[in-house]
């Protein structure tokens, strides 16, 4: 079965600060991996997604993830953030078909 | 423009009624999502309809049902044998399959039981 764990829940950091977000999934065939944000008040958008190819991707505000096949991981990054950055961050997972599954999602303050 | 609608944006249900959540997307997507948002949790997967007439139980799919007779639309409701419904629920849709496009989401709907 699919499932997803991202490893913090909440993360406090200073403005120019670096990121970066946990996450592993178990999951034994092809996936397609994605981070999406929620803004305080907003509804979920995508940040970046991976389907194949270069295993570094990059998305929009700055951020980047790399796909680790042997680790299982897709860890968001993010060389410096911004307090406009503070949102809560959901890696998903899918897997064969169309069944998504979603982290527990990490809560991201950032002081200004 | 295009997009998912959810409605209504704040429900109240009462012990032992059965209350159904709206979601129509005009984004001629095949699949459709719902799933439960709980603080600390995430988002839970309740049900997914990869085409019209079929769907299938996701994760937490006890006590609540659904169908998907048009493409469009993709009603849940949440039946009265849901112990702990109080929660955030988000629908979503993606393209056809194969197609690895990402999901879009509505702006939810927040249920609480009076």
């Known amino acids: 079965a699919q499932s997803v764990s991202q490893h913090n829940h909440h993360v406090i950091l200073s403005e120019a600060a670096s990121l970066e977000l946990g996450c592993n999934y178990s ?65 998903a997972v899918r897997g064969g078909g169309f069944k998504t599954i979603f982290g527990a999602g990490t809560r991201l303050f950032v002081k200004a | 423009d295009g997009g998912i609608t959810q409605s209504p944006k704040y429900l109240f249900r009462k012990e032992g009624q059965n209350v159904t959540l709206s979601c129509e ?13 709980d603080p600390g949790q995430g988002l839970r997967l309740i049900y997914y309809s990869q085409i019209v007439n079929d769907f299938q139980k996701g994760d937490i799919a006890e006590g609540y049902s659904v169908s998907r007779e048009k493409k ?24 056809e399959a194969g197609s690895n496009q990402p999901q879009h989401f509505g702006d939810g709907t927040r249920l609480s039981i009076l």
């Open chain 1, 27 to 91: 999951y034994g065939g092809t996936v397609n991996l994605f981070w999406y944000v929620q803004y305080p008040g907003q509804h979920l958008q995508l940040l970046l997604k991976y389907f194949s190819g270069d295993p570094l991707v990059k998305g929009i505000k700055g951020f980047e993830a790399e796909f680790i096949k042997s680790k299982f991981s897709f860890n968001l990054r993010k060389p410096s953030v911004q307090w406009s950055d503070t949102a809560e961050y959901f890696c």
């Open chain 2, 72 to 95: 469009e639309s993709f009603p849940l409701t949440v039946t009265s044998a849901q112990k702990n419904p109080t929660a955030f629920y988000l629908c979503a849709s993606s393209g």
């Open chain 2, 25 to 37: 997307q005009n984004l001629n997507h095949d699949a459709m999502y719902w799933y439960r948002q």
